[in-house]
């Protein structure tokens, strides 16, 4: 079991920046990749960015650009780094950790952006 724990959400105004935190805990080991999706109202669960186990990371063409995933090994957290924030990025954000079998989620944290 890997157990997730996201952060930072909250409201902003259009071109703010935000930054959210995914502390992972349980069988660390276990995680191939982790990543962010999104779902705003009324829409489906879309991805984000993603980041391996060796770093390498892939965004949405959305959020090219604006967002940078990263990984702090020793702390075992996970971060997105949201710049120039815009209404569409509104959404509940969920982290998630991949493993050979299955893909564990956290609870989400909602972001808000004003127009």
């Known amino acids: 079991q890997v157990q997730l724990v996201e952060s930072g959400g909250g409201s902003v105004q259009a071109g703010g920046s935000l930054t959210l935190s995914c502390a992972a805990s349980?069988?660390?080991?276990?995680?191939?990749?982790m990543a962010w999706y999104r779902q705003a109202p009324g829409k489906q669960r879309e991805l984000v960015a993603t980041i391996t186990s060796d770093g390498s990371t892939n965004y949405a063409d959305s959020v090219k650009g604006r967002f940078t995933i990263s990984r702090d090994n020793a702390k075992n957290t996970m971060y997105l780094h949201m710049n120039t924030l815009k209404p569409e990025d509104t959404a509940v954000y969920y982290c998630a950790s991949i493993t050979m079998a299955t893909t564990y989620w956290g609870q989400g944290t909602q972001v808000t952006v004003s127009s």
């Open positions: 349980g069988r660390i080991f276990s995680i191939n990749a």
